[in-house]
C-alpha cells in the first residue's frame, strides 16, 4: 500500500479513477446503491467553473470570447480554445485544479464525520498526480477495444476521435500498476458486483 496522507484516523478516502468508457459511473452506481457516499470531480468541476472568482481568472486569462449570453464560462468555448494546447491546458488546470481540490477536500471533511469509507469518482487522478490525497486507489478496467467502442457507441465519436483522448490520458496498464485494487469491468454485471464486494470486505476491516 501507498504511503498516503489519512484526512482522519481509522477513515478510509477511496480514489475511484478509470479512463474514459472503462465505466466508473456503473461502479459508482452499485457503490452509491449499497449506501457508500460518493463525490463526483466531473460535478464539482462544473460548479467551480460558476465560482466569479474563477470566471474572473479565464477571462483574464483566456477573454470574453469564452463566455455565453449570460456572462458564465462556456465549456464549449473554452474547449475550443485548449484543443490540442497543451500549454493553454495547463493554464486551465492551474486556475481550476487549485479550487477543485479545495472543494473536494472540504467534502471529504464532512463526509468522514459520518462515514468509515468515502469514494471520490475522479477520471484523471493519475495525470494530475493527486495519488497521495487518497489511502486507495480503486481502477475501474477495460480493455482498449473495449474502450473505444463504448466511447464510441456512448458519445457518437468517430474512431479518430476516440483515440485522441485515450492516448492524451496515462495508458490503463501503467495505471493498474500504481492502483490498490483493480475491478475488470469486461465482466457481467454480476460478477463486477462481486468483485466490489470483495474490496468492500477488506475496507471495511
Do not use: C
Not at 129 to 143: A, G, S
Not at 160 to 177: A, C, R
Amino acid at each position: 500500500m501507498r504511503e498516503v496522507k489519512f484526512f482522519e484516523e481509522g477513515k478510509v478516502v477511496v480514489g475511484l479513477t478509470g479512463g474514459i468508457g472503462s465505466g466508473k459511473s456503473t461502479v459508482s452506481r452499485i457503490l452509491q446503491k449499497k449506501g457508500y457516499p460518493l463525490i463526483d470531480l466531473d460535478k464539482i468541476s462544473h460548479e467551480v467553473i460558476e465560482y466569479p472568482e474563477v470566471i474572473e481568472k479565464l477571462v483574464k486569462a483566456f477573454g470574453e470570447d469564452i463566455l455565453d449570453e449570460n456572462g458564465k464560462i462556456s465549456r464549449r468555448k473554452l474547449g475550443a480554445v485548449v484543443f490540442g494546447n497543451k500549454e493553454k491546458l495547463r493554464e486551465i488546470n492551474s486556475i481550476m485544479h487549485p479550487v477543485i481540490l479545495a472543494e473536494m477536500r472540504r467534502q471529504v471533511r464532512l463526509l468522514e464525520k459520518i462515514n468509515k469509507i468515502v469514494f471520490v469518482e475522479i477520471q484523471l487522478l493519475f495525470e494530475v498526480k493527486w495519488e497521495k490525497e487518497f489511502n486507495v486507489i480503486l481502477l475501474v478496467y477495460v480493455d482498449r477495444e473495449t474502450q473505444i467502442k463504448r466511447v464510441m457507441e456512448r458519445d457518437g465519436r468517430t474512431f479518430e476521435d476516440v483515440e485522441q483522448i485515450i492516448n492524451s490520458q496515462l495508458n490503463l496498464e501503467d495505471k493498474k500498476k500504481k492502483s490498490d485494487y483493480v475491478i475488470d469491468n469486461t465482466k457481467k454485471i454480476k460478477e463486477v458486483e462481486l468483485e466490489i464486494e470483495k474490496i468492500l470486505k477488506e475496507l471495511e476491516v
